[in-house]
């Protein structure tokens, strides 16, 4: 019996990848290992976070770097971070912004859900662009840089961009906008690793703070993040985040590496950002994770498409079934796409996906396109040969059954 069935719960095999409402991606041993023994000692939490900063500078390329308590964590630090910057007074304000610059510019096409994000700061959102436009037939309108220019006022605090491939407009425009009017430019790259090389690319292109998600490809801790960029910033981010404690200025004992203390007038009184804090065990679990990413020791994306390919080995023979492991874009955790005949197998992939879900042990896989014929299992959590062999057997009987 494992920990969760001693409480009461079922455990289940996620094939829908690195879903958080699925527990995310699995980690690996070591990762495993270390945030057990990260949870028999004490620390400052400044001078972790500090050594942490160092490790993910190293990694990003980036200026500094700050462990967080996921990606939407991350994206509402970075933008207490460009509302406040080093100014105690505003840091103490905090969410409310009625006497500062609290403007951030975004893409009316890329609001979503993690707005929230930014507005729990105490940010406006100010749309960029024209919502549900088209020109040309079908072809959707993109916002420009220049309608992004035109948004610009003293009121504007920062610019906010959720990347995805084919981004528009093209970051490298709003980039140019960025260090041209001197507004932080703050991406969203949560979903972005791997490939590995994402780590670097967003602060290579000029951004000056990107959130990386710690619990999807880094296989870090499910409630982890990471926030790089200026170092000036992620220090207004640690201040807003770490238990400052009651203390007096001069008394007060902070690592320099992290906070530069000499260009602050007091010290902020639990920010904005204090309900957002990670654990040690997290902080551990995270960089012991990008750490193993850094030097190609976590499980590799042809090792999970190796992992994945005796599963369509065992369905193409089923008249009516195709069965191709493939990749959503280069680099991209591979998946397996199960393609039906719906006639000739005999039952439709909403009754499969169904009875998967319903079997012992309850396999989810990815449906959203299951109403077309179509199913997909992930390789992200097909690290472990039982749960593979588990999810072929199952998927062969649910198919000819």
């Known amino acids: 019996?494992?920990?969760?069935?001693?409480?009461?719960?079922?455990?289940?095999?996620?094939?829908?990848?690195?879903?958080?409402?699925?527990?995310?991606?699995?980690?690996?041993?070591?990762?495993?290992?270390?945030?057990?023994?990260?949870?028999?000692?004490?620390?400052?939490?400044?001078?972790?976070?500090?050594?942490?900063?160092?490790?993910?500078?190293?990694?990003?390329?980036?200026?500094?770097?700050?462990?967080?308590?996921?990606?939407?964590?991350?994206?509402?630090?970075?933008?207490?971070?460009?509302l406040a910057g080093l100014d105690v007074d505003r840091m103490n304000r905090l969410p409310d912004t009625s006497y500062m610059p609290n403007e951030v510019l975004i893409d009316q096409r890329q609001r979503q859900g993690y707005d929230h994000a930014i507005r729990l700061?105490?940010?406006?959102?100010?749309?960029?662009?024209?919502?549900?436009?088209?020109?040309?037939?079908d072809e959707a309108y993109t916002s420009k840089w220049w309608e992004f220019e035109s948004a610009i006022t003293e009121r504007t605090a920062a610019i906010a961009y959720f990347y995805v491939p084919d981004s528009n407009p093209p970051m490298e425009e709003i980039v140019k906008l960025s260090r041209k009017y001197k507004i932080p430019l703050i991406v969203d790259a949560a979903e972005q690793v791997p490939p590995a090389e994402n780590l670097r690319k967003f602060i290579d292109m000029g951004a000056t703070l990107v959130a990386y998600s710690g619990g999807k490809g880094i296989r870090g801790p499910q409630n982890s993040g990471i926030l790089c960029g200026k170092r000036e910033l992620i220090a207004s981010v640690a201040l807003q985040n770490l238990d400052m404690g009651l203390t007096n200025f001069e008394a007060w004992e902070i690592s320099p590496d992290l906070i530069p203390k000499e260009k602050l007038r007091g010290i902020p009184q639990q920010g904005v950002g204090r309900g957002m804090k990670a654990s040690k065990e997290s902080i551990v679990g995270l960089l012991v994770a990008l750490q193993r990413m850094e030097n190609k020791k976590s499980?590799?994306?042809?090792?999970?498409?190796?992992?994945?390919?005796?599963?369509?080995?065992?369905?193409?023979?089923?008249?009516?079934?195709?069965?191709?492991?493939?990749?959503?874009?280069?680099?991209?955790?591979?998946?397996?796409?199960?393609?039906?005949d719906e006639s000739r197998v005999g039952r439709s992939a909403v009754e499969i996906v169904r009875r998967l879900k319903e079997g012992e042990p309850r396999i989810f896989v990815t449906d959203m396109l299951a109403p077309f014929g179509m199913i997909f299992i992930s390789a992200v959590n097909m690290i472990y040969e039982d749960q593979v062999k588990t999810v072929g057997q199952k998927l062969l009987a649910a198919l000819k059954s």
């Open 1 to 82: 019996m494992n920990v969760y069935e001693s409480l009461g719960v079922e455990t289940l095999i996620n094939c829908q990848g690195e879903v958080t409402r699925l527990g995310g991606a699995l980690m690996e041993q070591e990762t495993i290992d270390a945030m057990a023994e990260a949870a028999r000692y004490s620390v400052r939490m400044d001078e972790l976070q500090a050594v942490a900063s160092k490790i993910i500078a190293r990694v990003t390329g980036a200026e500094a770097g700050y462990v967080t308590s996921g990606a939407s964590a991350a994206l509402t630090l970075a933008t207490a971070a460009c």
């Open 299 to 340: 499980v590799s994306m042809q090792q999970l498409g190796r992992n994945i390919e005796p599963i369509g080995e065992l369905v193409r023979g089923i008249p009516g079934v195709e069965a191709e492991v493939r990749e959503l874009f280069p680099g991209s955790h591979p998946m397996l796409m199960v393609k039906l």
């Open 121 to 137: 700061a105490g940010a406006k959102l100010i749309n960029v662009g024209m919502p549900n436009f088209r020109i040309l037939g």
